[in-house]
């Protein structure tokens, strides 16, 4: 079943903005984490972030979660042609113990104008 | 180089026949995964491994059969009794000892019935 849900669905951005995803979440979680697929490729883990934090970054790529919303949001500043991409976000679930399933949403696909 | 290797990268299948793809990965994880891509959607779990000799179900088993004889092996079994096998299949492994990294993913084997 989904867990995450992503919105937009779609973003078309011009080189240069920022890209801003959000992806909400039904049960409760252990962390969640972003992850980008280029078209036809398999998937590439970008960051995680754990239920008791509230914000972290990566380079170019920042991530925030509210636990209490079950939201969280994915910030790429200055972004580039070569971000354009499919971005999913995948929660664990607290009730999936040592397994650490990951549940994915339907992804925001991401365009990036040059 | 440590990874994750599927093939093939394209696969054809008849009606009624059985197909396998392959999954290995050099990155000594204990946990491996089989995840099952339509157009335009999030991915959802088939099968996984967290040790040797031992898998479960994910939400969309049906029609589908892994093993796990080895560390480094997943493959999964595209049986006569999937209805609707086309899609783009994904495997992934990763650490039981650390979620930091994430999932590590192949980079997919599109499945095709002709």
């Known amino acids: 079943s989904q867990q995450g849900e992503e919105d937009p669905q779609a973003l078309s951005i011009q080189e240069g903005e920022n890209a801003t995803m959000n992806c909400s979440y039904k049960?409760?979680?252990?962390?969640l984490q972003w992850y980008r697929q280029n078209s036809g490729r398999g998937l590439v883990h970008l960051i995680l972030?754990?239920?008791?934090?509230r914000e972290k970054h990566s380079g170019r790529l920042r991530v925030t979660l509210d636990t209490s919303k079950k939201s969280s949001s994915l910030l790429i500043t200055a972004s580039r042609a070569a971000d354009t991409a499919s971005y999913f976000c995948?929660?664990?679930?607290?009730?999936?113990?040592?397994?650490?399933?990951?549940?994915f949403g339907s992804g925001t696909q991401l365009t990036v104008l040059p | 180089d440590g990874g994750i290797t599927q093939s093939p990268k394209y696969l054809f299948r008849k009606e009624g026949q059985n197909v396998t793809l392959s999954c290995e990965q050099n990155?000594?994880?204990?946990?491996m995964y089989w995840y099952r891509q339509d157009p335009g959607q999030g991915l959802r779990l088939i099968y996984y491994?967290?040790?040797?000799?031992?898998?479960q179900k994910g939400d969309i088993a049906e029609g589908y059969s892994v093993s796990r004889e080895k560390k480094e092996s997943f493959p999964l079994t595209v049986t006569s009794a999937q209805k609707n096998p086309t899609a783009f299949y994904l495997c992934?492994?990763?650490?039981?000892?650390?979620?930091?990294?994430?999932?590590?993913f192949g980079s997919g084997t599109r499945l095709t019935v002709v």
């Open positions: 992934a492994s990763s650490s039981t000892l650390t979620d930091r990294d994430g999932y590590t």
């Open positions: 049960t409760s979680i252990n962390n």
């Open positions: 972030i754990r239920s008791n934090e």
């Open positions: 995948a929660t664990v679930q607290i009730s999936s113990g040592s397994a650490r399933q990951l549940t």
């Open positions: 990155l000594n994880h204990d946990a």
């Open positions: 491994s967290q040790i040797v000799n031992d898998f």
